[in-house]
Nanobody, 117 residues
Framework: QVQLVESGGGLVQPGQSLRLSCAASGAGPAFRLYTMGWYRQAPGKQRELVATSYSGGGTDVLDSVKGRFTISRHNAKNAVFLQMSSLIPEDTAVYYC?????????WGQGTQVTVSS
């Protein structure tokens, strides 16, 4: 059974940076075949896809975070990261790690990111 565990959330001031990590246990060497993503859900809003890392190496990010957020992965460590810079209050949300392979998908429990002065 694959389990995703996020870490790295917290309270930061506007303009600061955070790096979220997601560790995938149970995926084994197949992790490199997973499409990995970061979603976020702000209070009263729908969950939205923030960034995607494809098994072939490509990435996508939400337009509103382009130039500020970067997704990366370390296949040997079965991990995916979200580097967030120039954070703004609108980035406040619970951030979820998501993994998908062979029509199965997995979610982490979420990590809170709060951007406030």
């Amino acid at each position: 059974q694959v389990q995703l565990v996020e870490s790295g959330g917290g309270l930061v001031q506007p303009g600061q940076s955070l790096r979220l990590s997601c560790a995938a246990s149970g995926a084994g060497p197949a992790f490199r075949l997973y499409t990995m993503g970061w979603y976020r859900q702000a209070p009263g809003k729908q969950r939205e896809l923030v960034a995607t890392s494809y098994s072939g190496g490509g990435t996508d990010v939400l337009d509103s975070v382009k130039g500020r957020f970067t997704i990366s992965r370390h296949n040997a460590k079965n991990a995916v990261f979200l580097q967030m810079s120039s954070l703004i209050p609108e980035d406040t949300a619970v951030y979820y790690c998501h993994g998908m392979w062979t029509q199965r998908d997995y979610w982490g429990q979420g990590t809170q990111v709060t951007v406030s002065s």
